[in-house]
T-cell receptor
Framework: GEDVEQSLFLSVREGDSSVINCTYT??????LYWYKQEPGAGLQLLTY?????DMKQDQRLTVLLNKKDKHLSLRIADTQTGDSAIYFC????????????FGQGTTLQVKP | KAGVTQTPRYLIKTRGQQVTLSCSPI?????VSWYQQTPGQGLQFLFE???????NKGNFPGRFSGRQFSNSRSEMNVSTLELGDSALYLC????????????FGQGTRLTVV
């Protein structure tokens, strides 16, 4: 079945890099996403990667995809206090559907 | 370009009542999906609409229903509210069902007392 797993909490110092990890089970996933949620807000799309890619970089964000191990990671370079939020990994399956399967979310705490 | 608009932002209802939530997608987007977010269950898919047709439905009881209008705006309805329906309800908008990017609204926080 479809399942997405994330570690629940990560704490880093301001200026360090953060790496948030995610594993998924659906080998037919076409796209994998990272969303950010700040307190009291909706989900903000940060970046996504197509399943035939293994890396995507977008400014401070780097996404790595290991399709063989069904492992996705999000690296945030030079982490700032404003990056403190919950980060969700999500997968989109094959077929003509927009349905997303989300992980439980990783709370990123950035200490000054 | 305006983002996804959900109304109302906050709602308090009593058990047994019914509620209707509204979502206006980004202009030009024809696909709307709904998700329920709770601390215990996380983000769960409710349903997906495209061109006024329900394309996909999650594992929720029949008390949860929705519809989409010709202007792509969508509503979801929950009848006979239960305490466990208290959640943040999020709407996502995309150009089409196979589109890569889904953009979320701020959500409607429903509290059932």
């Amino acid at each position: 079945g479809e399942d997405v797993e994330q570690s629940l909490f990560l704490s880093v110092r301001e200026g360090d890099s953060s790496v948030i990890n995610c594993t998924y089970t659906d080998s037919s996933s076409t796209y994998l996403y990272w969303y950010k949620q700040e307190p009291g807000a909706g989900l903000q799309l940060l970046t996504y990667i197509f399943s035939n890619m293994d890396m995507k970089q977008d400014q401070r964000l780097t996404v790595l995809l290991n399709k063989k191990d069904k492992h996705l990671s999000l690296r945030i370079a030079d982490t700032q206090t404003g990056d403190s939020a919950i980060y969700f990994c999500a997968e989109k399956g094959s077929g003509n559907t927009g349905k997303l399967i989300f992980g439980q979310g990783t709370t990123l705490q950035v200490k000054p | 370009k305006a983002g996804v608009t959900q109304t109302p932002r906050y709602l308090i209802k009593t058990r047994g009542q019914q509620v209707t939530l509204s979502c206006s997608p980004i202009s030009g987007h024809r696909s709307v999906s709904w998700y329920q977010q709770t601390p215990g269950q996380g983000l769960q898919f409710l349903f997906e609409y495209f061109s006024e047709t329900q394309r996909n439905k999650g594992n929720f009881p029949g008390r949860f229903s929705g519809r989409q209008f010709s202007n792509s705006r969508s509503e979801m309805n929950v009848s006979t509210l239960e305490l466990g329906d208290s959640a943040l309800y999020l709407c996502a908008s995309s150009i089409g069902t196979a589109n890569t990017e889904a953009f979320f609204g701020q959500g409607t926080r429903l509290t059932v007392v």
